[in-house]
């Protein structure tokens, strides 16, 4: 049996919820979506949406009667309630909308909540434009939350009975994430700046991406004396530690060492590096400790080894199109009897025949 | 009455995988006790910013923000005596949360198999880099390994450049969120069968659901701020050094009032650009709102901490605390009609072994005192 077998949740998707829906359906429940009237790019939907029953939203009185059969609705309703809910004795009533009830609703989208984030301001090159996170995170942040205090709220229930409403606000999801810049303002009075791929600690900024033979690799040179060692240990064997085997790396901070000094070990990692695949440079992290990671593009990632004895990519067939798209399954392990791999063709919500009759 | 009042968690996780977790079903009324030992300092506790001495372990801002509503106990767990403590620990909760380097909590004798001879009904939650399983079951790495190995580094940065690591542990975020989701369902579970179970939780499998999106694309590429969902889709300077506004225009009424409001003949990016320029941020997104244009500053560290947006959903807490003085802590985003969350300042080292060694284990004052002095309740 899964988690949440038996559990019935309706969705108002728009944008906000349709994650925390996706992984209720992973976890088990059985959830009804009612599409937006605006049409989202299909890739959005698809992976956002496979898995639920989806239903247009073509009849208030249709939807409204569902409402009266669910244990969860997820209302992500942003402009207005479109439907006559009325929320039943014992369900759970999770509203969510871009800034919160105490704030006068106006337009917002994944891009302007990340940019209230402040995690924008810090993401990107320094002479160009702030830069958003790839996808809708904002939006998947949301998302996560909606499932979180769903699954709190049955918590509740469950110890007493009673169902509750609660308000969800995507703006704080998405500032909740950035657990950095506002409390280094409050406690140093500093203000976060936009460093590339430079982190910086101290007196000194070092790499994070590294150019390797056949792609790129993530690193840096940290005060971790034993990684350090644990590097410096194969370049020298290779012939190629230089200077780096005379440091004392137990007796030293990265963090106090002038920013020449920094550019010249790190011109000695760019060559050891550059001079070697992303394979053997993992290789040499999983069994060294070197706290190194290979970058993968997108192929990669699905053709990942370790996440295909995971199972995460599963094929999920369009109903309507017949084509089969791998995306991501299981939420982590261990997991439970699969739900539909399915992304369903939108029905109209009067033709709905009812929970668990799918 | 917190929505989780009655659930015990016994924390053995640090710095921010785990304890974000532990943080969401605490500050929600779950009893959290952190195990935590001066032999192995939560390295959450020597991260900045700090309130004054950086070797103060009560003074980073960091960990109070990411352990509120906790208490904490100090063990040595390399000590068997210390394993022996944790385990009526363990005989006490409901849950166990670890993020610990692979095998540790087996090499200690606290591993899954061990804490269900102890509960058999035990719901041990792990998070690590890659997961328990699968060729990179050992990896260690860090909050940004998850980002290179789900393909968010690579999708993230302008077009054709190299990939770009988000500007802080990503992963760390993420993944303690689904631990959080993980430990609730298997709560619901529970409560149906009677069964406990282990739940493995990757940093890197979340990351990829996050961006599931673009892997629903045939080809994802790493689009920069654009969409193709809209219109225009982007971030434009406006006066002041490194002020910017983000603007999303998705019909065509929209990009004739963006044009309307900003006295251009069409909303094109460049002469978007060059218009906003000269604006102020704040009140050029007031505007523009009110035409019904998604658009909002782009804020940083200072703003976000006074944003009155987020000052009116709560989104922090202000707590006293014995070193940090009065300090802002972030709530949960959601508030419950019925059992509104409750936070209360993170702990200091071992403030409560007294509590909870005594008072809630048994143990006689003598015996923690004792156990003190020899370094193994430390």
Redesign the interface.
């Known amino acids: 049996?899964n988690?949440?077998h038996g559990?019935k949740v309706l969705e108002i998707a728009d944008g906000l919820v349709d994650?925390g829906g996706?992984?209720l359906v992973e976890?088990g429940a059985e959830v009804v979506t009612v599409v937006e009237d605006a049409p989202?790019?299909?890739?959005?939907d698809?992976?956002?949406h496979h898995g639920k029953t989806r239903l247009l939203g073509d009849d208030v009185a249709a939807v409204a009667r569902l409402a009266q059969g669910a244990d969860v609705i997820l209302d992500g309703q942003r402009n207005g309630c479109r439907f006559d809910l009325k929320v039943p004795e014992g369900c759970i009533h999770?509203r969510v909308s871009s800034?919160?009830p105490?704030?006068p609703a106006?337009?917002?989208?994944d891009?302007?909540?990340?940019?209230?984030?402040?995690?924008?301001?810090?993401?990107?090159?320094p002479d160009?434009?702030?830069?958003?996170?790839?996808?809708?995170?904002a939006y998947?942040?949301?998302g996560?939350?909606a499932?979180?205090?769903a699954?709190?709220?049955?918590?509740?229930r469950?110890?007493d009975g009673?169902g509750?409403?609660?308000?969800?606000?995507a703006?704080?999801?998405a500032?909740?994430?950035?657990?950095?810049?506002?409390?280094?303002?409050?406690?140093?009075d500093?203000?976060?700046?936009?460093?590339?791929?430079m982190l910086v600690r101290g007196k000194s900024g070092v790499r994070?991406?590294w150019?390797c033979r056949d792609g790129?690799?993530?690193w840096s040179m940290i005060d971790n004396p034993g990684m350090m060692r644990a590097v410096v240990s194969v370049m020298e064997d290779a012939g190629e530690a230089g200077e780096l085997a005379e440091v004392d790396w137990d007796n030293m901070l990265v963090a106090d060492t002038p920013q020449e000094t920094i550019d010249r070990w790190q011109a000695i990692v760019a060559d050891f590096f550059a001079g070697r695949s992303k394979a053997e440079l993992g290789e040499l992290?999983?069994k060294r400790?070197w706290?190194l990671?290979?970058?993968?593009?997108?192929q990669?990632?699905?053709d990942?080894?370790?996440?295909k004895?995971?199972n995460?990519?599963v094929p999920v067939e369009d109903e309507e199109t017949g084509a089969v798209?791998?995306?991501?399954g299981?939420?982590?392990?261990?997991v439970g009897a699969a739900p539909r791999r399915r992304f369903a063709r939108a029905i109209p919500a009067s033709s709905f025949a009812g929970w668990g009759r799918r | 009455m917190g929505?989780?009042?009655?659930?015990k968690i016994a924390d053995f996780s640090w710095v921010?995988a785990g304890p974000?977790a532990t943080k969401?079903l605490a500050d929600?009324g779950a009893t959290v006790i952190k195990i935590e030992s001066r032999k192995r300092l939560d390295l959450g506790r020597r991260s900045?910013?700090?309130?004054g001495d950086p070797n103060d372990h009560d003074g980073s801002?960091?960990f109070a923000?990411?352990n509120t509503s906790k208490q904490s106990v100090t063990i040595n767990l390399s000590d068997p005596r210390g394993v022996d403590v944790a385990r009526q620990l363990v005989a006490w909760a409901d849950v166990v949360v670890e993020n610990f380097g692979p095998g540790f909590m087996d090499r200690i004798g606290l591993g899954y198999d061990e804490l269900r001879r102890i509960r058999p009904d035990i719901i041990l939650a792990s998070v690590s880099v890659?997961?328990?399983?699968?060729?990179?079951a050992?990896?260690?790495?860090?909050g940004?390994?998850a980002?290179?190995?789900?393909?968010?580094?690579?999708?993230?940065?302008?077009p054709e450049s190299?990939?770009?690591?988000?500007?802080?542990a990503?992963g760390d975020?993420?993944a303690p969120?689904?631990?959080?989701?993980?430990i609730?369902?298997?709560?619901?579970?529970r409560?149906?069968?009677g069964e406990g179970?282990?739940?493995?939780?990757?940093q890197?499998?979340?990351m990829?659901?996050?961006?599931?999106?673009?892997?629903?694309?045939d080809q994802?590429a790493?689009?920069?701020?654009d969409?193709?969902?809209?219109i225009l889709?982007?971030?434009?300077?406006t006066a002041g050094e490194?002020q910017?506004?983000?603007?999303?225009v998705?019909t065509d009424a929209q990009a004739a009032a963006l044009a309307q409001v900003l006295g251009l003949a069409a909303a094109d990016a460049d002469a978007v650009a060059a218009a906003t320029a000269t604006q102020d941020k704040h009140d050029l997104a007031a505007r523009l709102?009110a035409q019904?244009?998604?658009?909002?500053?782009?804020?940083?560290?200072?703003?976000?901490?006074e944003?009155p947006?987020?000052a009116?959903?709560g989104?922090?807490v202000s707590l006293d605390h014995p070193v940090l003085g009065r300090?802002?802590m972030?709530a949960?985003?959601?508030?419950?009609?019925?059992?509104p969350a409750g936070l209360f300042r993170a702990p200091l080292l071992g403030e409560h072994n007294e509590e909870v060694f005594v008072n809630m284990l048994g143990l006689s004052r003598e015996e923690v005192m004792e156990l003190g002095r020899e370094g193994v309740l430390a």
């Open positions: 049996m988690m949440l559990l994650f996706r992984m976890l989202r790019p299909h890739a959005r698809l992976a956002w999770i800034f919160g105490e704030v106006r337009p917002a989208t891009l302007t909540l990340m940019a209230m984030s402040g995690l924008m301001h810090i993401t990107g090159e160009r434009p702030p830069l958003r996170f790839p996808g809708e995170q998947a942040l949301t996560i939350q499932a979180t205090a699954l709190m709220a049955l918590y509740a469950r110890r009673a509750q409403g609660a308000d969800l606000s703006l704080q999801s500032t909740l994430s950035n657990y950095r810049e506002a409390i280094m303002y409050e406690w140093t500093r203000i976060g700046r936009r460093r590339g791929n994070q991406v150019p790129f690799v993530t992290s999983l400790g706290g990671s290979t970058i993968s593009d997108p990669e990632v699905r990942s080894e370790q996440l004895a995971r995460l990519f798209t791998p995306l991501p299981p939420l982590f392990h261990p | 929505a989780l009042d009655g659930l921010g974000r969401d929600n900045p910013p700090f309130a801002a960091f923000q990411t890659a997961g328990k399983t699968g060729p990179m050992g990896f260690r790495g860090y940004n390994s980002a290179a190995h789900s393909g968010h580094a690579w999708l993230s940065g302008w190299e990939p770009h690591m988000p500007p802080l990503y975020v993420v969120m689904f631990a959080t989701v993980a609730l369902a298997a709560l619901e579970y409560a149906r069968t179970q282990h739940l493995d939780i990757s890197i499998e979340p990829v659901h996050v961006i599931a999106d673009l892997y629903a694309e994802p790493k689009p920069g701020n969409d193709a969902q809209f889709h982007g971030v434009f300077p490194d910017w506004i983000a603007i999303a998705e709102a019904g244009i998604a658009a909002a500053p782009v804020l940083d560290g200072r703003e976000v901490l944003n947006d987020l009116a959903g989104h922090y300090s802002q972030p949960p985003p959601y508030r419950f009609d019925r059992t």
